[in-house]
């Protein structure tokens, strides 16, 4: 294969590939007080894909940031290209920058531009290239990403993977040497996750690129890494290929790999599902709990989308039911059904023993004052102290006031581990502690049935693991009715008592976690075992 040449800086020769592309030698660095790198040491191989793990704040981005000279360190070493960064001046930086790329979690697409536009945006705007020129190369790499029909596309029309795929195509439409890649699949379902890892395999061979990979899906890592490594205490503190990682026997790592490893990690020597031998043959059970909502030959269209078709499916009360599919398979659909806030185009939908479609305004208000809702980003309010998120619900819905509230707030903040923070701001808080006072706040009402919409997504797997747990607690604590939208097989086999999965709008499987470990239907051990 001939050398590729840097488009923006086509005179550079590439980096020898038995040269370390990369150095971080005793590197430190603080914000304040705070501590986030501590002695770290790493070497990132050319040509080769180098995974970076460790618990949410550990550092990561942080180091990222480092690797393409955008945050300096206190003290300490990087080196890039072998050019040590903080003695180089920021144009000689920028000049190395041009050489490296990356993919940011959030895609970064600028939403008025097409996809071609998008892609081909760092060419437009560093070279004298010419749009047909430019417009030829985009066309290849859509090929390559199997996005062909996407060119003329906006991103509002795109899917997350897809928008995935736009990411990579414009990082590395300039050939560049090295690729930066911060947590490229979070918020897929193992099967994008599958096709994405596939994907930056590919490029990574036909760009001939170093790739640098932010990650906490350890299914995603394995596939991926020659070399992985553990962030924690502002140390690698273990470095190297996946299964010796894996076997380390440091505690921090320990702990971080007691929380990861998922279903899609489960399959046995010769590519069984590990679980299938306890497994039963596949006849699913019927709830034996009664259910707390029945939906019954749903269907539901959006014009000449039809999302959801012929649905029937029962939500057992005082369980936890997920519900799992792809993006795009009509989960969050389903469960906006559940809780009344859409019609359905045919079939019945009734949650608590009441037909929604026999209801008026007010008794629509008061059956959903019976669901409480916790979102992704527990959705709070920065300008309200924790003790007033929690009572937001009874001050604005019910209009309860003084003592009252407060006897409320203190008894649940108390039942969620959330009253030594009453006092404390959202942005002073951490990740766990937001989806705590999110949960408080949600139950403040006493619902019956509590949604949680794609909880764990964007978590490392020790934290990942506590909010699993808070998601249990809850659950047996208050006594209630629990619907989990979920991507994760982690989460997902390590909290349901029943699971319900979504494909192309159609219920292909519903039953206990051993009943569907044991499903003989394709679409259904794909899923849950994705990549193995």
């Not at 001939?2 to 488009?7: I, P, Q, S």
């Not at 899906?217 to 996946?242: E, K, W």
């Not at 539901?300 to 005082?318: M, Q, S, W, Y």
């Amino acid at each position: 294969m001939a050398e590729r040449r840097n488009l923006l800086l086509p005179d550079t020769a590439r980096w020898p590939a038995d040269t370390p592309v990369i150095e971080l030698i005793d590197v430190h660095k603080a914000f304040g007080a705070d501590v986030v790198l501590d002695g770290l040491s790493l070497t990132v191989e050319t040509g080769k894909t180098t995974v970076v793990a460790g618990q949410s704040g550990s550092g990561k981005s942080v180091l990222l940031r480092m690797m393409n000279g955008l945050t300096l360190p206190d003290r300490g070493t990087v080196k890039l290209f072998g050019r040590d960064l903080a003695r180089i001046s920021e144009r000689e930086r920028t000049a190395l920058r041009k050489r490296v790329t990356m993919v940011f979690q959030n895609y970064a697409l600028i939403d008025s531009m097409t996809v071609a536009e998008n892609i081909g945006f760092p060419l437009m705007q560093n070279t004298r290239m010419k749009r047909p020129d430019i417009d030829k190369l985009v066309r290849e790499l859509l090929e390559l990403l199997e996005l062909p029909h996407a060119f003329d596309r906006m991103p509002s029309e795109l899917s997350g993977g897809m928008k995935k795929r736009v990411a990579l195509a414009r990082a590395v439409i300039t050939n560049p040497e090295v690729v930066l890649f911060d947590e490229p699949t979070t918020g897929l379902d193992p099967v994008m996750i599958e096709f994405v890892d596939n994907l930056i395999i590919r490029t990574q061979r036909e760009f001939a690129i170093t790739s640098v990979i932010i990650s906490h899906d350890m299914a995603s890592n394995r596939r991926l890494a020659d070399t992985m490594a553990v962030l924690a205490d502002g140390q690698i503190v273990t470095s190297g290929p996946f299964r010796q990682v894996m076997a380390s026997e440091h505690p921090k790592v320990r702990a971080f790999v007691a929380s990861a490893v998922t279903e899609r990690m489960g399959r046995a020597e010769g590519g069984t599902p590990a679980a299938e031998a306890q497994a039963p043959a596949w006849q699913p059970a019927p709830d034996p709990a009664p259910p707390v909502a029945r939906v019954t030959g749903l269907h539901k269209r959006f014009a000449d989308n039809h999302v959801l078709k012929g649905i029937d499916l029962t939500i057992p009360e005082h369980k936890i039911t997920v519900v799992i599919g792809g993006s795009g398979s009509g989960k969050s659909v389903l469960i906006k059904h559940i809780i009344g806030l859409l019609d359905p185009t045919a079939g019945v939908v009734e949650t608590l023993g009441q037909d929604w479609a026999k209801l008026d305004g007010r008794e629509k208000q008061a059956l959903r004052g019976q669901i409480g809702m916790l979102f992704q980003g527990a959705a709070l309010f920065d300008s309200m102290t924790v003790g007033e998120n929690i009572a937001f619900p009874l001050t604005e819905g019910q209009r309860l006031r003084g003592k009252q509230v407060r006897e409320r707030v203190a008894e649940i903040a108390e039942q969620t581990s959330v009253q030594g923070i009453l006092d404390r701001f959202p942005a002073g808080i951490s990740n766990g502690e937001r989806k705590r006072v999110g949960l408080a706040r949600a139950l403040i009402t006493r619902p019956k049935i509590m949604v949680y919409d794609e909880p764990t997504t964007g978590q490392d797997p020790i934290m990942m693991q506590r909010v699993d747990d808070m998601i249990v607690e809850a659950s047996q604590t208050f006594d209630i009715t629990s619907i989990v939208i979920s991507h994760d097989m982690l989460s997902t086999f390590r909290i349901a008592d029943k699971i319900a999965m979504i494909h192309k709008g159609e219920l292909v499987a519903a039953g206990t976690p051993d009943e569907l470990r044991a499903c003989p239907d394709e679409r259904v051990q794909a899923f849950i075992y994705a990549g193995d």
